[in-house]
């Protein structure tokens, strides 16, 4: 008994060896365990021979036992592909010989349901699998019709007919049986690999959103606070909105103090030295490239460069800030030719010399691809911009300088590209920059903070169900 379960196994995983992966091993699993039930199969059918005295199944039985029993063999000399169509045609060669040979009473026809029913689980392509079902469809129905119009060459008593025929049909329903078996199995192993994969994905999932919230907390505390904005801009809003939970825009403010020397004593003509302190605003809306995590590296990076500039290398002309971020992104991430780097506008504001602080202002600026927008008398002013990047690109100029005053009660618009550029409407179209230029026009009027949320919601309602593009960043002033 020990001996026949440790042959039986050995059979059972001929050529495992050989399996590329679980498909593969499935099928040889399959295949042999197929193979030693139709091979005790025929053995049995040997058996009941001497039995009821039909010793005319013997000429089937031991070719096809025979038959049967290569299957493992093919697997164990790894020629699994063959060994599978093999598998899948053997069985129909055998029931169209004894189909021939029996009568129709004895229901051998029936067995052509369970050789449709195996291609499917040894073979992927569909067509192979179609092939093979139509192939036994295509047998059954001729075996009936052949069966039904000729005489069988084996005759046998009424009563022993009745048992063949329970006993094949008892047959076809234990492999119906093992193959519904095995697919319920299969498909229960499957279900429990996709759920322990599903969990696994939901811790890993919560580990990396935790991390990017983190993130997001650090890049958040360097982003110009709303008490700071408050406490050195007049009225504004601040709309932003980042693609995913970290941005690559970012909007970014400092302030500084800064000192110039002048004046002459006219009465001795000796050079008198006297100290100004002026203060200047920086405010910084830029669009980092990329957005997510990349952006938001990239936005972390430009920040730091900036802060260097003003507050370290004391860079107070807006353009020359621009110069210095640029020939530091170049020289930190674009040794390689990589055009990271980002568009923006930095502006610095300060009483105007001379006039009445409360009634202008001016405001000195750079602007790398993007353009400020003015809302003066009504009119949209798009404001002078140098179109290249702030990073690696065709051009290598110097940034332009712009100073403009503002007058009492005009606003002025800082923007990034993502509002523009997203998707959404009736037609599916980008909402483009007249579009927002237009919107702007129309609500410049309006209090600052009902200004926000009518762009909010008009982006939202442009966008409808479609995904966001791009990160969003909006600064309104009102000076």
């Known amino acids: 008994m020990k001996f026949a379960t440790t042959f039986i196994e050995k059979i059972t995983y001929s050529g495992i ?17 197929m193979s030693i039930v139709l091979a005790l199969l025929m053995v049995m059918f040997a058996s009941m021979a001497p039995i009821f005295k039909i010793y005319d199944m013997l000429y089937f039985c031991i070719p096809f036992f025979i038959a049967f029993s290569l299957a493992p063999y093919f697997n164990y000399r790894g020629w699994l592909t063959f060994s599978k169509f093999f598998f899948a045609f053997a069985p129909v060669i055998c029931l169209v010989s004894i189909c021939f040979y029996n009568s129709i009473n004895l229901g051998d026809r029936f ?7 195996i291609p499917i689980i040894l073979f992927r392509k569909t067509w192979v699998v179609y092939t093979i079902f139509y192939v036994s469809v295509a047998a059954f129905i001729f ?17 022993l007919e009745t048992k063949y025929w329970y006993f094949t049909l008892i047959s076809v329903f234990a492999v119906l049986f093992y193959v519904i078996r095995y697919f319920k199995g299969d498909s229960e192993v499957y279900e429990k690999e996709i759920e322990d994969k599903n969990t696994l994905i939901s811790i890993k999932n919560k580990e990396i959103v935790d991390s990017i919230n983190y993130a997001k907390r650090i890049q958040y505390t360097l982003l110009a606070h709303n008490d700071y904005l408050n406490k050195n801009l007049p009225e504004h809003f601040v709309l932003f909105k980042p693609k995913d939970i970290v941005s690559g825009d970012f909007y970014w403010a400092t302030k500084i103090v800064s000192s110039s020397k002048f004046g002459v004593s006219t009465e001795t003509h000796n050079k008198k030295q006297e ?22 590296f990239m936005s972390l990076l430009n920040i730091s460069f900036l802060n260097e500039a003003i507050n370290e290398k004391n860079i107070l002309q807006p353009h020359e800030v621009l110069n210095h971020v640029r020939k530091r992104l170049i020289e930190s991430v674009s040794q390689d030719g990589a ?3 980002m568009d923006g506008i930095l502006i610095s504001l300060n009483p105007s010399i001379g006039g009445d602080m409360h009634q202008t202002t001016k405001i000195s600026y750079a602007a790398a691809n993007n353009a400020p927008i003015l809302i003066r008398d009504g009119a949209v002013m798009e404001l002078p911009f140098d179109k290249m990047p702030v990073g690696h690109g065709e051009k290598t100029d110097s940034f332009k300088l712009n100073t403009l005053e503002i007058k009492k009660g005009e606003t002025l618009y800082l923007y990034t590209d993502g509002f523009a550029d997203q998707f959404g409407g009736a037609k599916g179209k980008k909402f483009k920059y007249k579009q927002l230029n237009d919107l702007l026009i129309q609500i410049s009027k ?28 909006i600064i309104g002033i009102r000076l």
């Open 17 to 33: 060896s050989h399996s590329k992966n679980s498909h593969d091993r499935k099928c040889i699993l399959i295949i042999n365990r």
């Open 111 to 117: 067995f052509f349901i369970t050789t449709a029913t």
């Open 143 to 159: 075996t009936t019709w052949y069966q039904s119009n000729y005489a069988p060459m084996m005759h046998l008593p009424k009563e």
């Open 275 to 296: 100290t100004s302190n002026k203060e200047l605003f920086f405010l910084a809306v830029c669009d980092s490239t990329g957005h997510g995590v990349p952006g938001a």
């Open 339 to 341: 055009k990271d780097g």
């Open 446 to 473: 309006e209090p600052l903070e009902k200004q926000k949320l009518i762009l909010d919601k008009s982006f939202t309602d442009w966008k409808g169900n479609l995904e966001q593009v791009d990160d969003v960043c």
